[in-house]
Structures are given as structure tokens and as C-alpha cells.
């Protein structure tokens, strides 16, 4: 049975089925369709025994990350995404089905609701940087269960490949002990591990957001979203110049939001625990591009200097 017919066999009321997009590297399609007469998303998964990638041969590790992360965001759909506050909603899965190692996710099309795709604008970015706060904020010491121990795709755990091919001795040396404040950090949240701008939706006329996307959601620091989000949509230049205005952004927004979902956690302890590892965020990310493709265009003066300022701070 291949990907359509096991859709169809699930969701037998839907009609006029379109692929939109291909899902990373031969994983499955994003289906366009009509049920009752609404319009409707899916997302049908099946990863094959082998990925054909431009960059780097596929591992067994690799494929086994891949697959987990498609299982993560089947739990996340499942278990987590109906609890979310309005300022930190998802996109609405309608249903998530499974069986054997294909599974689809059908969800409400964002774009008929009057939703985009948010765009590097500032109005969308501070929208977004409101959503992280919130979605930080309302997860702060959750479990995790079901999701990754540990949020994020880069993460040194699931880079042993990239680490053994690091060119770069210096940050190189420093990965373990990158990692290690991290992960030790008293306040880990749930973050959304791929927060980059392709993954929200915005609605122009009130500039709410939803999120899409969770396959790397798991346990973690705030700033590592913020990280993350930032270098997707502002170049070198640009976050030289703006990035500390909003991650200041982010720290007010999140101590309201910790007021309200957290009343019994001091938020000047969370904000000062998480804007001192911002450039440890920086430099673990760097440490990941520069093994998996040294030459990429994210590797920026903006990213390098976290990584001197990691270094004077360890020393």
C-alpha cells in the first residue's frame, strides 16, 4: 500500500487530493484535499530504508534520528498541541493516524483561516518572538513525555557524525562542555526545536501566530529557539544590529508570561540563567554547521563572535 491509497483508506471522505510539497529528502508529500466541503492539509509520512541527500551520507544513526523525529511529532499532535494558549497555538490537527511505518496528519488548512507564511519583517518577527516567550513559558519544567529528551535537530547527542568530521580543533574542543551547560541549566522548557521562519504562520489582521512543524520538539533552554529563529530570518549585518533588541524583547515577554503561567517561579532567575548561555546557543549551533557543512552561509561574523564571547566567559 503506498502513501495515497493508505490516506484514502483513513480518510475516505476526502476528495480532490493535490500534492502541495515533498517532504524532506523523499520522506512523504504534503497533500492539498477537501473533506465536507472545508479545506483540509495532510501530512503522510513513510521514511524509506535509504536517504539520498545533497549534502552527506545518510548514517543508520541518521535515519534512526529522522524516524524518531516523525514519531515526536505523531506524540506531539497526539498528547500536547490542544493545550496551548492562544499566544502559543498550533496549527489544528484534525486527526493522526498511524500504522506500521507509514503515519498522516491531517490537519485545517491555515491558509483558508486567513493565515500566511510568516515573512522577515519585523512585525512578524516580534510576533513570533512573542510566540517563543509564551511557548516557553507555558512548558517550563515539563516532562517531555513522548517527545525528545532533548529539543533540537543539532543537538551533540544526535551529531556524532558531524563531530568526528569537525575541522575546527578549537570549537571542536569546546562542544562537550557547550553541551553540558545546556543541558545542566535548572530551567529547561519545551522548545520547538526547528523554530525557523518557515515554520509559522501569521494572520495579518491580528498578527496571531501559529506554529507547525514539531518533529524536534523537546526538553531545552529558551534561547536556543531564539537562536535558532533569529539566524533564519537576519543576516549577518542585520543581527549585529538588532539581535540584543530582540532578545530584550523576548526576556520582558517572557517574565509576563512566567507571572502568568508560572506564579511561583521567579522570572529574573530565568531570564538571568538563559541570557548568559545565549552565545553558548550560538556556539553549539555553530559547532554543528561547521560539521555538517563547513561552508555554510549561516556560519556568520554575528555567530563567530558568540563564540569568542563563549570563550572569554569560559575563561
Not at 512585525?123 to 533540537?152: C, K, Q, T, V, Y
Amino acid at each position: 500500500m503506498d502513501l495515497r491509497q493508505f490516506v484514502t483508506s483513513h480518510f475516505s471522505n476526502i476528495t480532490e487530493l493535490q500534492q502541495a510539497a515533498s517532504v524532506w529528502s523523499g520522506c512523504g508529500e504534503i497533500i492539498r484535499c477537501q473533506m465536507d466541503g472545508a479545506a483540509r492539509v495532510i501530512k503522510a509520512i513513510e521514511v524509506p530504508s535509504q536517504i539520498s541527500h545533497s549534502r552527506i551520507k545518510q548514517s543508520d544513526f541518521a535515519l534512526a534520528r529522522k524516524r524518531q523525529s516523525y514519531l515526536v511529532e505523531f506524540n506531539w499532535y497526539r498528547h500536547y498541541a490542544k493545550q496551548l494558549p492562544h499566544e502559543a497555538a498550533a496549527i489544528h490537527c484534525i486527526e493522526a493516524i498511524q500504522e506500521g511505518s507509514k503515519q498522516a496528519l491531517l490537519f485545517s488548512d491555515f491558509s483558508a483561516l486567513g493565515y500566511q507564511q510568516a515573512s522577515a519583517t519585523h512585525r512578524d518577527i516580534e510576533a513570533i518572538i512573542n510566540w517563543l516567550a509564551h511557548f516557553h513559558a507555558f512548558h517550563l519544567a515539563s516532562s517531555a513525555d513522548g517527545l525528545w529528551p532533548r529539543g533540537s535537530y543539532w543537538h551533540l547527542a544526535t551529531r556524532p557524525d558531524e563531530l568526528k568530521r569537525m575541522s575546527d580543533l578549537s570549537l571542536k574542543a569546546q562542544a562537550h562542555a557547550i553541551d553540558t551547560a545546556l543541558n545542566e541549566s535548572p530551567y529547561q522548557t519545551l522548545i520547538h526545536g526547528d523554530a525557523k521562519l518557515a515554520n509559522f504562520a501569521i494572520a495579518p489582521q491580528n498578527q496571531h501566530v501559529l506554529g507547525y512543524d514539531f518533529q524536534y520538539v523537546g526538553r531545552g533552554v529558551g534561547v536556543i529557539d531564539v537562536m535558532y529563529f533569529l539566524g533564519s530570518c537576519l543576516n549577518d549585518t542585520a543581527l549585529k544590529s538588532v539581535a540584543d533588541d530582540y532578545l530584550n524583547r523576548y526576556f520582558d515577554t517572557l517574565t509576563q508570561a512566567l507571572k502568568r503561567y508560572q506564579p511561583n517561579v521567579n522570572p529574573a532567575h530565568v531570564v538571568s540563567s538563559w541570557r548568559a548561555l545565549w552565545c553558548y546557543a550560538w556556539s553549539d549551533f555553530y559547532r554543528f554547521l561547521a560539521g555538517w557543512s563547513p561552508d555554510h552561509a549561516k556560519i556568520n561574523g554575528y555567530m563567530q563572535q558568540q563564540f569568542v564571547t563563549y570563550l572569554k566567559i569560559k575563561d
